[in-house]
């Protein structure tokens, strides 16, 4: 596609529930990458796909988050039982290549409640 | 280890000239510098790489110090619309993540 597209743009979700977000990267984009930001706040890693190597898993902040990127392309981020910290804007962002500039999605807005 | 970034704030007349510095306590191989605005995803801007030349396009050009592991972004005569957030992202070495730094809240005025 022409964009980073991701998917829902809105969540809200009770605590201790699970949730999917989604996130189409561009077409033939071989990096893809996940953050997060709180209100205000900077740009927190948390995993990092290159192409078919293993998976950069180091900012992930517990076992209740995970990460597949399936066929090269779209990637699943899946948050187990959410808590209230957990609120935040979840950004995806892909590259062509390591040397490339990032190209960033519009975000998921995660509200716990 | 997060670059840290200053000013943490700077408000500019219209016309106005802004240098926003990014440092790194680790040796770095790329900086990439991003703007985001209220609401949006950040915009890539530019990146510099370890051994390359000071980057520009329009009005916006940086500079990449390899030795003081530290980049300064240069905004000439501000418009409004370089108002934002203003993000600079490190890697120590190519093919890696990027760590962003603390942000600098840039606000031009009329």
């Known amino acids: 596609g022409a964009g980073v597209s991701q998917s829902p743009s809105n969540k809200v979700t009770e605590k201790g529930k699970d949730v999917e977000l989604r996130c189409d990267p561009i077409s033939g984009h071989t990096a893809l990458y996940w953050y997060r930001q709180s209100l205000g706040q900077g740009l927190e890693f948390l995993i990092y796909f290159q192409g078919n190597s293993a998976p950069d898993k180091s900012g992930l902040p517990s076992d209740r988050f995970s990460a597949e990127r399936t066929g090269g392309s779209v990637s699943t981020l899946t948050i187990q039982r959410t808590q209230q910290e957990d609120s935040a804007v979840y950004l995806c962002?892909?590259?062509?290549?390591?040397?490339?500039?990032?190209?960033f999605g519009s975000g998921t807005r995660l509200t716990v409640v | 280890q997060q670059p840290v970034q200053s000013p943490q704030a700077v408000i500019l007349r219209e016309g106005e000239d802004a240098v926003i510095n990014c440092s790194s306590s680790k040796a770095l191989y790329s900086v990439h510098w991003y703007r985001q605005k209220h609401g949006e995803a950040p915009v890539f801007l530019m990146i510099?790489?370890?051994?390359?030349e000071q980057k520009g396009h329009e009005k916006i050009s940086a500079s990449f110090n390899e030795k003081k592991q530290q980049s300064s972004l240069y905004l000439t005569a501000s418009q409004l619309s370089y108002s934002g957030t203003y993000f600079c992202?490190?890697?120590?070495?190519?093919?890696?993540?990027?760590?962003f730094g603390t942000g600098t809240r840039l606000l031009v005025s009329p």
């Open positions: 992202g490190t890697e120590g070495t190519g093919f890696q993540k990027l760590v």
């Open positions: 510099l790489l370890k051994g390359g």
């Open positions: 962002a892909s590259s062509l290549d390591g040397l490339s500039g990032y190209t």
